[in-house]
């Protein structure tokens, strides 16, 4: 196989630094792309997309949120939120916006871009202070902010293999013997 290939995968870092430069409209609208042609349970494509570079909004955040300082240099944000009325059965929104998330950052990635995950589901009073601040429906959940900006720092790819995670045809056998 060309590990190649899968640089874009192995090389993605939350990026929390990022430079002056704003993103465009049209490269956010390139990342949701990437982010709405994610798997979804039974295709129902549960989510939504908050987009957000007001800068007085991102000071609230900032406020309620305890680990989104990135936000200070980020160009925008981008709160992906999933709709339990959408949704194929209770509890897949959840699922299906991890996967949409992850397809947001990847395509960050791919673009040259740095993009950090910060999380708001299962957090209950994060999830309430987002619904109040971005008036959304009560069906509609805040799952998790991505920030999103030219990034001002790089990281080492680090070493995430670990073989002993792996287990062959049930939990009794490693897959790789030592
Ligand atoms: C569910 C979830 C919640 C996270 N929340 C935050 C967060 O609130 N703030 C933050 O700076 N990073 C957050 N991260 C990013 C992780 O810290 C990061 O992915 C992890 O340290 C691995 O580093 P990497 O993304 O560079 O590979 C979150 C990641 C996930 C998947």
Not at 92 to 98: L, P, R, T
Not at 125 to 131: I, N, P, Q, V, Y
């Amino acid at each position: 196989m060309n590990m190649e290939k899968l640089d874009f995968i192995l090389d993605r870092r939350s990026i929390r630094r990022f430079t002056d430069q704003k993103i465009d409209s049209k490269q956010i609208l390139t990342m949701l792309t990437a982010a709405m042609y994610a798997p979804s349970a039974v295709n129902m494509q549960p989510w939504h997309f908050v987009i957000i570079d007001d800068p007085s909004l991102m000071e609230t955040i900032m406020e309620i949120h305890p680990y989104a300082r990135m936000l200070q240099t980020a160009s925008h944000a981008v709160v992906v939120c999933g709709d339990e009325q959408l949704q194929h059965d209770d509890g897949y929104w959840v699922v299906d916006c991890g996967a949409a998330t992850q397809n947001l950052l990847l395509a960050a990635q791919t673009m040259g871009l740095g993009a950090c995950w910060v999380g708001l589901h299962p957090r209950e009073e994060r999830k309430t202070a987002f619904s109040r601040l971005l008036h959304l429906p009560s069906h509609v959940k805040p799952f998790a902010l991505v920030a999103l900006g030219y990034p001002e720092e790089q990281k080492p790819r680090p070493d995430r293999f670990h073989g002993e995670k792996i287990r062959y045809n049930g939990w009794d056998l490693p897959y790789i013997q030592e």
